[in-house]
Nanobody
C-alpha cells in the first residue's frame, strides 16, 4: 500500500524559505521506477504541477517556480523534498506530493497516489 505523508508547511513572509518533505512508504525509491511530484492548489483554482523528479533523477519544474524551488529525493530515507526559496504571496496554496509508477503523467488526474497536503501561506 503506497502512502505519502507531507510535512514542513507553514506561514512565512515574502522572500522567506520553506522545505517541504514527503515521506513515502509502500514502495522503495531505489529499486522502483516511480515518478514523484509536487503539486499545489490555491483556493478557487485548479491543482497545478510544481515540480517532478523521475526515477532516473532528472527533474522538471513549472515556469512560475524555476530558479526558486528545487525538488530532490533522498533514497536512503525514501523521502521527497521541495526546497522553496524567495517565496511570493502567489505561492500560497495547499501543497501535495504524488507518485505514479512508470513515466510521469502529463495530466494531474493521471497521478495515482496522493498525500493529504501541507499548507503554505506567504504574506506580503
Amino acid at each position: 500500500q503506497v502512502r505519502l505523508v507531507e510535512s514542513g508547511g507553514g506561514s512565512v513572509q515574502a522572500g522567506g524559505s520553506l522545505r517541504l518533505s514527503c515521506a513515502a512508504s509502500g514502495f522503495t525509491f531505489t529499486y522502483s521506477r516511480y515518478c514523484m511530484g509536487w503539486f499545489r492548489q490555491a483556493p478557487g483554482k485548479e491543482r497545478e504541477g510544481v515540480a517532478i523528479i523521475r526515477s532516473d533523477g532528472s527533474t522538471s519544474s513549472a515556469d512560475a517556480v524555476k530558479g526558486r524551488f528545487t525538488i530532490s529525493k533522498d533514497t536512503s530515507k525514501n523521502t521527497l523534498y521541495l526546497q522553496m526559496n524567495s517565496l511570493k504571496p502567489e505561492d500560497t496554496a495547499m501543497y501535495y506530493c504524488a507518485t505514479q509508477a512508470g513515466l510521469c503523467p502529463r495530466s494531474v488526474v493521471d497521478w495515482g497516489y496522493w498525500g493529504q497536503g501541507t499548507q503554505v501561506t506567504v504574506s506580503s
